[in-house]
């Protein structure tokens, strides 16, 4: 059973270029969760999504930045005309579903470089 | 709301020696905990959590946990620490009702030295 895979691990994009991170959940696992990490940081959450719905956006910022997880197909968070504070390590977690008090599983990671 | 504080930004210690992380949280129900390592460049992996019932718990690695509701904490111990155990750890809380994302500290680099 694979782990939660995220693609690319590594990501460089200019400034005002569009940013897409890709995150297959593990088998079986319905919930989804993007986090971002700063430097040095302990972990932000984002966004949390099941299946065709966004759950909780609330640490999403407003502008640039949107996520999905379509029915088929591994969840994406876009980041739209990526600035230099950008720049960090998104993480996404995924869980299975139905169950509160259930660990998340995580993905090594994508980490982006605005230049 | 929910917070979670890790008073410590790094913890060093002898090889061998008994190892403590500390973690407190502050929730407004009733707490799920957890801890979480994290090593370079990697994502992070699950160590151990609570959910209810026995207040220390076992983990993977040798770790432990104890939850102390009177003083809110839920410290990470091991008996004896490796080399390889220095690392980045995250303490992180969820609720057992209502919102599911898990909340982080700010993450503690514990060194163990040979």
């Known amino acids: 059973n694979a782990g939660v895979m995220q693609n690319p691990r590594h990501l460089v994009r200019r400034r005002g270029q569009e940013a897409r991170l890709r995150c297959s959940p593990m088998k079986g696992h319905s919930h989804v969760y993007w986090y971002r990490q700063l430097p040095e940081e302990g972990l932000k959450f984002m966004v949390y999504?099941?299946?065709?719905?966004?759950?909780?956006e609330s640490g999403m910022p407003k502008e640039r930045f949107s996520a999905e997880f379509p029915k088929e197909g591994p969840s994406i968070l876009r980041i739209q005309q990526v600035v230099r504070g950008d720049s960090a390590a998104y993480f996404c977690?995924?869980?299975?579903?139905?169950?509160?008090?259930?660990?998340?599983?995580f993905g090594q990671g994508t980490r982006l470089t605005v230049v | 709301a929910q917070s979670v504080a890790q008073p410590e930004d790094q913890v060093n210690v002898a090889e061998g020696n008994p190892l403590t992380v500390k973690c407190t949280y502050s929730v407004s129900g009733n707490p799920y905990l957890f801890w979480y390592v994290q090593y370079p460049n990697r994502g992070l992996q699950f160590l151990l959590k609570y959910i209810t019932g026995d207040n220390l718990v076992k983990g993977s690695y040798g770790f432990e946990a104890e939850f102390n509701k009177s003083q809110t904490s839920f410290h990470l111990k091991k008996p004896s620490a490796l080399v390889s155990d220095s690392a980045l750890y995250f303490c992180?809380?969820?609720?057992?009702?209502?919102?599911?994302?898990?909340?982080f500290g700010s993450g503690t680099r514990l060194q163990v030295q040979p």
């Open positions: 999504l099941q299946k065709e719905n966004i759950i909780d």
């Open positions: 992180a809380s969820s609720m057992d009702t209502g919102r599911r994302a898990l909340t």
């Open positions: 977690a995924s869980s299975p579903p139905d169950r509160q008090n259930t660990e998340a599983f």
